[in-house]
């Protein structure tokens, strides 16, 4: 069964550094979303993407993310410049033009210290 | 208010019993209603959607949505071990690009 991979698993990272995530959607899927979970809160959406540039942001996503979809496959989110805030689990969805579903990959743990 | 909110437990009950978990909200121009399970650790997984008012069964699982008290349920029958997890409900309106907006999460714990 196809599924969203992401990697890296867990990222450490130094406050100010930046830090990549990269994720690979379902093949077909046309629709690409960034969420995050701080740890005990809820999941936040962050950003979608789809037909190569940003459809919706959300007030989360400043002047400090960015989201690419550098070839066919990949999908990431750049932090610039890493806050002790930024430490969260981030999760990559993705959806076909068809359906309501999104897929979520499993996430990339993100630590900033 | 809260857009959605969600009693976060945690919720335990014995292997068998029937489990209600249940999310409110404010946003009247929601139309979609989702209900997530996520284990510890890993994505989200979607369960169920609902779009807007109605019952919808799935095996042990059945979701349903009041618009009307903005009250939105899911009731998992005969629970298992493995059901122990986080739920989640999600919600949207309709047309945009499908931003999803999370409840808290509620943790279950299905003991033998």
């Known amino acids: 069964e196809p599924e969203v991979t992401q990697t890296p698993s867990h990222q450490v990272t130094q406050m100010g550094q930046e830090v990549i995530l990269r994720c690979v959607p379902i093949s077909n899927h046309l629709y690409f979303y960034w969420y995050r979970q701080i740890l005990g809160q809820k999941v936040e959406f962050l950003v979608s993407?789809?037909?190569?540039?940003?459809?919706?942001k959300s007030e989360i996503f400043d002047d400090q993310f960015s989201v690419e979809r550098p070839d066919g496959s990949n999908f990431t989110l750049k932090i610039r410049s890493t806050k002790l805030e930024d430490s969260a689990m981030y999760f990559c969805?993705?959806?076909?033009?068809?359906?309501?579903?999104?897929?979520f990959g499993p996430g990339t743990r993100l630590l900033v210290l | 208010q809260k857009e959605v909110e969600q009693d976060p437990g945690p919720l335990s009950v014995p292997e068998g019993a029937i489990v209600s978990l249940n999310c409110t909200y404010s946003n009247s121009a929601f139309q979609y209603f989702m209900w997530y399970r996520q284990y510890s650790r890993k994505g989200p997984e979607l369960l169920m959607y609902?779009?807007?008012?109605g019952n919808k069964e799935d095996g042990r699982f059945t979701a349903q949505v009041d618009k009307s008290s903005k009250y939105i349920s899911l009731f998992i029958r005969d629970s298992q071990p493995s059901d122990s997890a986080t739920y989640l409900c999600a919600m949207r309106p309709s047309g945009g690009y499908n931003k999803l907006i999370f409840g808290a999460g509620t943790r279950l714990a299905v003991h033998p």
């Open positions: 969805a993705s959806r076909d033009g068809g359906e309501e579903t999104q897929y």
């Open positions: 609902t779009y807007s008012s």
């Open positions: 993407f789809y037909n190569n540039e940003i459809s919706e």
